[in-house]
């Protein structure tokens, strides 16, 4: 039976895809979408039930469960058969567990979206967790847990939830572990495989479900699809649960909680109860006062904070919400001066939420923040559908019809009461203040049960905030000023070459500039700047003085261009690994005049000391926390240091750091501009006459007035990547032992490092990673539950392309991981060498799909593109080479390809691991290594030694010479 159209779906003005709701038989809700320019077709189902439904003592029991539904199922008994399909059809697929939600979704090529519908159907209909797959999964899930246990983030949210209402269910832990999900239940005598089916059959309705269909195919077809395949879910009518009441009861509130976390640092958070913002999605008055209390321009709370150097950020929203409660949020991070000034900032804080009640609520305010939300909605960049359907799949729960595609993104109606009444929610007698500092170390009261995080309460009155509030220092606290960047021109322009791919529209002896026109027709713009300076990065300080040069610059520039920000024109200066990056991407119409601001702000940059000790101390602070990274990431940069020549460790630039003082800038910076090459990339809704004269205004502020601050570069001073080239028939292993004595857990970098950039070999690397990938991970990850992080993925060094299985681990050392990894490899020698050929030709044919694909943005787009600059490659038709690349490769080409560069005792093969050990595993580390190694296995002692001793393949990046032989090389290939 199909819904009555009584309610228009809103969709945005420049959206072409057709939409259609209906209702199948069994009361499951569908959305169908049909755009026929996708190339992937896409699916989500958001079932109503979360672990805020976790029966007591079973805790994770609903994130167990959307973990078991991927394994198999009656019609499809094969083990991991779904994932497998889906990756060996260009797919993805994945899903998450929220409060009262769980999400499952999946993306792959349209000419196989039927049969991985009827797969994804299947977690519906009739799944079958094996007993030997439950007890497998288990570990996994804990794994997960593992990874999460020395994360400040979900350390202080489990915080803020257990000291909330015990009898509410935001009080649980939900994320699930061995002890609730293997070690309780058995001394309770619980089945748990009986409790996840009965869990299942209970709450797996399909009245409590809500699906989306993305695809090429018209509504009518998908229609069909859709009713064959998803009316045998069972329907038992199940009520939805609702959680009523709010989390925090009286004695949670009016309390300052001072927490210890892991990493260097303060941060202040206040949190309100307060009643949804769902409930008033049209009058938004969560988004009306985030805006206010989060806004960073003159006079806000932040700009007062700032200029007293006792913050470094600030942000402010609704966060953690249903439809029953919600919690309004205010983060600071604080300097160690703000760290001594806790009263004062609690003060300044309830001074600005005062000077907002006494202001009234202002509708010019609103109408700028419905006007920049319209046209954010009706521009809205196209995503990829998978990301499209869970978000929609989201909003059916939630919304009405009208506004599944809206959700509360677009306030429409200013209701001054409604915006008056949340404010006085966020009041002193009804606020929970969490601080978190390194300072508290020590602290002995209570430890929060499931993290261990060490934690105090005391009773902090509203009187004792309003007496703080009266006496803080709040001269120069006013409203934010009017916005004069909201773009009023929106207008497309017309270029009248046709130009597909970027060309070359500029070019002197101080800058390039590559230039392609608008395809996505919206009025936006991206533009990309590279200061290529060869006085950045030849040193550890150097480098260390660009980073903090560039901070500074946001810094400055904060105030003038938050506004921008605010109008989606977002903005960034960075450092790179030779100069720094200037960065503008948003609406056209004023992009120009922020563009110009950032420039003249490069040229007379002048230090300031008070802003240099605040920059300093955060620089500091986030080098002295990696090594609290997790050991996979750990890992990957080891092996970043070893391949990749002339870079820093951080150790070095934390070591230069405490050195480094404003002389040392006020020196640096002129002396880094002196020698520039500018590396411009533009696109979008710009015409090329305006594009150049951008770059020359740049060209003439750094170049041409009477005592220039910039020369072109010598020769000689061309930025070059370099990467060390490993040895043919050698494997290379590195290992230490994990930065943070606390973590358990270990990692693996496995590394295969093959070839540079070549269209055959690319492509044929890829094939193998894409074959690989599922097979690895169920293996690796499923079967033998060596942990929840484990992927195989290419990896592009600079060019140099090669091959990383990654894996973090709890339960083995690294040693033992690299030896399952080999195993592995041995294992897919056999599939690899016993494939059918219509399933090679189905995995070339997945491939050639994905790389076709269509970009779905402007960002995207110029990411692609930059990337070919960045790397010094400019192939910018890539995707047609390699695409006829592919086209000609044979199960011949990629077996020998395996046997000569990835199986195990290859005489070519050349791998490198990395492997950081985790304090379960010391005892293994020097028992690994003291072993003398085999013969062609050799252990880098040292790594700066190592890259010293080996050959470095040549740079694809390089001068006016280097590009022209490029053009010239690409234009003799074409004519091949």
């Known amino acids: 039976m199909s819904i009555p159209e009584d309610e228009i779906i809103i969709k945005p003005r420049n959206d072409k895809r057709d939409y259609r709701r209906i209702l199948l038989k069994n009361n499951l809700q569908v959305l169908l979408i049909s755009d026929a320019e996708t190339d992937k077709c896409a699916a989500s189902m958001d079932v109503c039930v979360g672990s805020f439904s976790d029966p007591e003592g079973l805790e994770g029991l609903a994130h167990f469960l959307e973990h078991m539904l991927f394994y198999s199922s009656e019609k499809y008994p094969q083990e991991d058969s779904y994932s497998k399909y889906i990756t060996e059809h260009g797919g993805s697929t994945n899903a998450f567990t929220a409060s009262e939600n769980t999400n499952f979704y999946f993306d792959v090529n349209p000419d196989s979206f039927e049969e991985a519908l009827d797969r994804f159907a299947q977690f519906f209909i009739k799944p079958t967790m094996s007993a030997d797959a439950t007890t497998r999964e288990i570990k996994a899930v804990d794994s997960e847990n593992q990874k999460n246990l020395l994360s400040d983030g979900w350390r202080m949210h489990q915080l803020q939830k257990h000291l909330s209402a015990q009898d509410h269910p935001y009080h649980k832990f939900n994320t699930g572990n061995w002890d609730t999900l293997e070690v309780r239940p058995k001394e309770k005598k619980l089945d748990i495989r009986q409790e996840l089916l009965k869990f299942y059959e209970y709450n797996y309705s399909a009245n409590l479900m809500h699906l989306v269909i993305y695809t090429k195919d018209d509504l009518d077809k998908s229609e069909s699809l859709v009713r ?44 309100w109860p307060i009643t949804p913002g769902i409930r008033r999605y049209n009058e938004g008055p969560s988004r009306y006062l985030g805006h206010l209390i989060g806004h960073e321009g003159e006079g806000s709370l932040f700009y007062i904070l700032k200029k007293r150097g006792w913050a470094t950020s600030l ?12 919690f309004f949020k205010v983060s600071i991070d604080l300097t160690d001066a703000g760290q001594e000034k806790f009263e004062d900032i609690v003060g300044l804080l309830f001074k600005y939420i005062h000077l907002l009640q006494n202001s009234g609520t202002q509708q010019w305010i609103f109408d700028e923040l419905a006007a920049i939300c319209e046209t954010s909605f009706h521009y809205k960049d196209k995503i990829h559908p998978i990301n499209y359907v869970v978000n929609v799949a989201m909003n059916m729960q939630l919304y009405r019809p009208k506004d599944w595609l809206v959700g509360s993104s677009l306030p429409t109606k200013f209701n001054s009461e409604v915006i008056q009444s949340a404010l006085k929610e966020l009041s002193p007698d009804n606020v929970r203040i969490f601080w978190e500092s390194t300072k ?3 602290l002995k009261d209570s430890k929060e049960p499931w993290y261990g995080t060490a934690y105090s309460v005391e009773r902090l009155t509203g009187s004792k905030i309003k007496q703080w509030a009266d006496k803080a220092p709040g001269e120069g606290l006013h409203l934010p000023g009017k916005n004069v960047f909201i773009p009023t021109d929106l207008s497309l322009k017309t270029v009248s070459e046709q130009i597909k791919l970027p060309v070359l529209l500029r070019e002197t ?22 200061f290529n300076c060869p006085f950045s990065g030849s040193s550890p300080e150097s480098s260390i003085l660009t980073e903090i040069f560039t901070r500074l610059l946001m810094d400055y520039l904060n105030e003038y261009a938050y506004y921008a920000q605010v109008a989606c024109l977002y903005y960034s200066v960075s450092d790179t690994d030779y100069g720094f990056q200037v960065t503008v991407v948003g609406y056209n119409h004023k992009l120009t005049i922020l563009l110009e601001e950032v420039t003249q702000q490069i040229a007379n940059f002048k230090v300031k000391p008070d802003r240099f000790a605040v920059i300093k101390e955060l620089v500091t602070k986030e080098y002295q926390n990696l090594k609290f990274q997790q050991p996979y990431q750990q890992a990957m940069y080891y092996c970043s240091l070893i391949l990749q020549d002339q870079t820093w460790p951080w150790t070095e630039l934390l070591e230069v750091l405490p050195h480094l003082e404003v002389e040392h800038l006020v020196q640096f910076h002129p002396l880094m501009i002196s020698r520039v090459f500018l590396e411009s990339y533009a696109a979008g809704n710009l015409e090329p006459k305006e594009t150049e004269s951008m770059i020359r205004h740049i060209e003439d502020v750094f170049f041409k007035s009477s005592n220039p601050l910039s020369k072109p570069l010598f020769g000689s001073q061309y930025m070059t990547d370099r990467v060390v080239k490993l040895e043919r028939g050698i494997s290379y292993f590195y290992s230490t032992k994990g930065l943070n004595p606390s973590d358990e857990n270990s990692a693996l970098v496995h590394y295969i490092q093959v070839h540079q950039d070549d269209f055959k070999l690319n492509v044929t690397l890829q094939l193998f990673a894409m074959i690989a990938k599922q097979p690895a991970f169920h293996q690796l990850r499923s079967v033998e539950q060596l942990g929840y992080i484990t992927v195989l993925k290419p990896r592009n060094d600079s060019g140099v392309r090669g091959v990383q299985i990654v894996i973090q681990s709890s339960v083995k050392g690294p040693g033992q991981i690299d030896l399952r990894v080999e195993s592995f490899l041995k294992m897919f020698e056999t599939e690899l060498n016993e494939m059918p050929s219509e399933e090679f030709k189905n995995h070339v044919n997945a491939l050639i799909n994905m790389k076709l694909e269509k970009h779905k943005n402007l960002r995207e787009e110029s990411g692609f593109y930059w990337r070919e600059v960045s790397n010094g490659t400019f192939t910018f038709d890539r995707i047609e080479r390699e695409v006829a690349a592919l086209k000609q490769i044979t199960q011949k080409d990629l077996k020998d390809f395996f046997n000569e560069y990835i199986k195990v005792g290859a005489p070519h093969k050349k791998g490198l691991s990395v492997r950081v050990y985790g304090s379960k595993h010391t005892s293994e580390y020097e028992t690994d290594n003291s072993k003398p190694p085999e013969s062609s296995v050799v252990r880098i002692e040292d790594i700066f030694s190592f890259r010293r001793s080996r050959p470095l393949y040549g740079s694809l990046k390089g001068g006016f010479g280097h590009l022209k032989h490029k053009i010239k090389q690409n234009s003799v290939q074409d004519h091949k």
């Open 315 to 326: 942000s402010a929203g609704e966060s953690d919400w249903t439809c029953e409660f919600s």
């Open 509 to 530: 002896s101080c800058s390039r500039l590559w230039y392609k026109p608008d395809t996505f027709s919206t009025p936006k713009a991206y533009v990309k700047i590279d």
């Open 440 to 442: 508290f170390e020590g």
């Open 228 to 271: 064959s395949y998803f009316e045998d879910i069972q329907n038992t009518n199940r009520i939805l649960i609702h959680f009523p009441g709010q989390p925090c009861n009286s004695e949670n509130l009016q309390i300052l909680v001072k927490a210890v976390p892991i990493k260097q640092g303060h941060k202040l958070k206040f949190v």
